[in-house]
Every structure is written in C-alpha cells, then in structure tokens.
C-alpha cells in the first residue's frame, strides 16, 4: 500500500478531536453553572489546548516542515484545507491557551464569556475541518459523511474524557442531565451517520463498490470489532441497561467512557488509512 499520510495524521485529527470535545463541553458546563462546575470547567479549558497543540505538531512533523507553522498563520492558503486548518487549529489554540492560563491564575468565574464564546466558535469550525480536510480529497471512502462523523465522534471522545477525569462529578450530571440518556442519543447519531457512510459506498458507483469491498475485506477488524462494536455498540447496551436500572454508572462508568475514547481513534484512523488504501 503507497501511504500518503501515516498515523500521525490520524493522531492528530484523533487528538484535535478530544480538544474540541473537551473544550465543548467545558463552555457547556461553564454557561449552565460555573461555580458549580469550577473543577470540571478548569480541567476542560487547560486540556482541550494541550490535546489540539499534540495533534497539530504530529501534523506538521509528518509535512515534514514543523517550522513552517509560523508562516502558514500569516499566509492563509484558502485553497487549501491543510493551510486553513493548520490556521484555525492555530487560533483555537491561542484562543484556548489564553482561556486556560486565565483560568489556572484567575479562578473560573474571572473569565470572559465574550473570549469563550469566541473559542467555542473556533473549536466547532476546527471539529469540522478535521473532517473537511479529508472529503475535499477526492476518494470514495472520504465522501460527505465524513465531518458529520468526524465531529460526533469528537464530541462523544472529549466528553468521555472529561468525564474520565471528573469523575467526581458524576453523580451530579447523572442527575441534572440525564447523561446516561443524552450519550446513547449521541451514540445512536454516530451510529446511524456511519452506517449511511457504509450504504452509501456499497451501493452508489463501481468505484465506490470497491471501497467497500476492501473496507470489508481488509479492514474488518479495525471497523466491525474496534470501531463499531467496541467503540459505539458496546457502550450503548451498556447505557441502555444504566437507564433501565439493571446497571449502576458508576460501577461501569471507567470501561465504557474508555472504550468510547479509543474506538474514536480506530473509527479515524480506519477512514484515514481506507481512503489512501483504495
């Protein structure tokens, strides 16, 4: 197989994504009450920067020219979905840098809704590109479903995360929001959104055909074990029975938000190496 991009490419839109998600849930949490959710609100913002910087110096060591980000933030290719989302990953995470250290010095409350509303906007455009980056190539496999999948699964990773490491807080969220209900809607999104991305290639044109058949064929494990049963079914019974009460969170809550968190990363990886592969 001739390999264009190799696993760092999928390390950065995987770590990107957890960024974006943990951000996310952080402006989330901090709009609804944030004294109440102080802790939780202070780990988002210091993360979510840490994870996108990881991603996007991967990125740029496997371009070959890491140094080149400098230029690239003045010298916006709008051609190019490698220059814009170095770009925007750039600005999301200044954005994300000066909310965090704000944060760690100042306390929570001393923030500026106005700069988090701000580094919202960024981290939503930033989920998305992770995905536009790969349907503005022109492979089957990297077709339009992919931002949609792309952003619910970082979404789904980030706030697994999180709550990994707030697990403290568990209890609370179970009860304000209903979480054990809200992911498996997520959950059944992705689900749904990654099925019509097979459909769609199984059934549209010749070549479309072969993607599929080498998804199949060569991929099964990483799509039908790690992605879709381990990653996203397997968290879903598990939910489905927390609601039913035939389980306690808190007794499953580590497994199945680590499991959500790693076959984000098989899901991405897959897409990244099946469109290159065919």
């Given at each position: 197989?001739?390999?264009?991009?190799?696993?760092?490419?999928?390390?950065?839109?995987?770590?990107?994504?957890?960024?974006?998600?943990?951000?996310?849930?952080?402006?989330?949490?901090?709009?609804?009450?944030?004294?109440?959710?102080?802790?939780?609100?202070?780990?988002?913002?210091?993360?979510?920067?840490?994870?996108?910087?990881?991603?996007?110096?991967?990125?740029?060591?496997?371009?070959?020219?890491?140094?080149?980000?400098?230029?690239?933030?003045?010298?916006?290719?709008?051609?190019?979905?490698?220059?814009?989302?170095?770009?925007?990953?750039?600005?999301?995470?200044?954005?994300?840098?000066?909310i965090a250290f704000k944060a760690l010095t100042s306390g929570v409350a001393s923030l500026s809704s106005k700069v988090i509303y701000a580094g919202a906007i960024l981290a939503g455009l930033v989920g998305l590109y992770h995905g536009f980056l790969l349907s503005g190539i022109a492979k089957e496999p990297w077709n339009n479903a992919i931002p949609v999948i792309f952003f619910v699964s970082s979404i789904l990773s980030g706030v697994s995360l999180m709550i990994l490491?707030?697990?403290?807080?568990?209890?609370?969220?179970?009860?304000?929001?209903?979480?054990?209900?809200?992911?498996?809607?997520?959950?059944?999104?992705?689900?749904?959104?990654?099925?019509?991305?097979?459909?769609?290639?199984?059934?549209?044109?010749?070549?479309?055909?072969?993607?599929?058949?080498?998804?199949?064929?060569?991929?099964?494990?990483?799509?039908?074990?790690?992605?879709?049963?381990?990653?996203?079914?397997?968290?879903?019974?598990?939910?489905?029975?927390?609601?039913?009460?035939?389980?306690?969170?808190?007794?499953?809550?580590?497994?199945?938000?680590?499991?959500?968190?790693?076959?984000?990363?098989?899901?991405?990886?897959?897409?990244?190496?099946?469109?290159?592969?065919?």
């Amino acid at each position: 197989m001739n390999l264009l991009w190799d696993v760092r490419v999928s390390l950065d839109l995987f770590l990107g994504g957890l960024g974006v998600g943990a951000f996310l849930v952080g402006v989330i949490l901090y709009y609804v009450d944030a004294k109440i959710y102080e802790g939780f609100v202070k780990k988002s913002f210091v993360i979510a920067p840490l994870l996108v910087i990881a991603g996007l110096l991967l990125l740029l060591t496997e371009l070959g020219r890491p140094l080149n980000v400098i230029k690239t933030i003045y010298a916006v290719n709008p051609t190019s979905f490698m220059s814009i989302g170095i770009f925007l990953q750039s600005a999301f995470a200044a954005v994300a840098l000066l909310i965090a250290f704000k944060a760690l010095t100042s306390g929570v409350a001393s923030l500026s809704s106005k700069v988090i509303y701000a580094g919202a906007i960024l981290a939503g455009l930033v989920g998305l590109y992770h995905g536009f980056l790969l349907s503005g190539i022109a492979k089957e496999p990297w077709n339009n479903a992919i931002p949609v999948i792309f952003f619910v699964s970082s979404i789904l990773s980030g706030v697994s995360l999180m709550i990994l490491l707030n697990l403290e807080s568990l209890e609370n969220l179970v009860t304000r929001f209903k979480l054990p209900l809200i992911i498996n809607m997520v959950l059944t999104l992705e689900l749904a959104a990654v099925f019509a991305w097979v459909y769609n290639l199984a059934l549209t044109t010749a070549s479309s055909k072969h993607a599929y058949d080498v998804l199949i064929s060569s991929f099964s494990m990483e799509f039908w074990v790690l992605s879709i049963l381990l990653g996203l079914i397997a968290p879903l019974i598990i939910f489905t029975l927390v609601i039913l009460n035939k389980l306690s969170l808190k007794a499953v809550a580590i497994p199945t938000f680590s499991i959500i968190v790693i076959g984000s990363f098989f899901l991405k990886n897959l897409v990244v190496y099946l469109g290159q592969a065919v």
